[in-house]
Structure formats: structure tokens, C-alpha cells
């Protein structure tokens, strides 16, 4: 796993949430900002939470068909699992 700044990747994807909504300090702001001047992964991941996040404000759910639905809950019961999906 790739460090920069004394930030993990891992611990990158674990602070996105509180970076991209302003609550992060000061000091892990600027650790954050440090890691994505050093990670072009990471920049990629925040660009997609970014998309995640401007795409699902417009779906509602019943514009999901209950199959795909049902297949996305099953994957992510999967992954919170760490078992690949089905």
C-alpha cells in the first residue's frame, strides 16, 4: 500500500467522506491534500466519490429496476463482508 505524507490510502478512502463535506481539521486537511499531490490513485478515487455523489442527488429509486436493485445490495452485502460479489 502506497504512503504519502504519513497518510495510507486506506486511511485516504476512510477520511473522503469528511473531506469532501469540510468537517476534516486543519492538520488532516492539509495531510490529505499532501497525499493526493503524491497519489494519482487517490486523485482518481476522489474524482469518482465526487461523480458518486453529484449522479446519485438525481436518481430516485424507483428509477432502479428491482433486479438490479437486488443485485446491487447483494454486492455490497459482499463487499462490507470482504467477499466478491456473486
Known amino acids: ?6 497518510l495510507t490510502c486506506r486511511e485516504m ?11 476534516l481539521g486543519p492538520e488532516d486537511r492539509a495531510r490529505f491534500e499532501e497525499h ?10 476522489l474524482e469518482q466519490m465526487r461523480t ?3 449522479l ?11 433486479g438490479a436493485r437486488d443485485r446491487l445490495v447483494e454486492a ?3 463487499w462490507r463482508g470482504g467477499l466478491s460479489p456473486r
Do not use: I
Open 36 to 45: 493526493l499531490a503524491g497519489c494519482d490513485g487517490c486523485v482518481n478515487y
Open 52 to 54: 458518486v455523489l453529484r
Open 56 to 66: 446519485t442527488g438525481s436518481l430516485s429509486e424507483d428509477a432502479v429496476p428491482a
Open 76 to 78: 455490497f452485502r459482499g
Open 13 to 23: 478512502v476512510e477520511l473522503v467522506t469528511d473531506y469532501l463535506e469540510g468537517t
Open 1 to 6: 500500500m502506497a504512503r504519502h505524507a504519513d
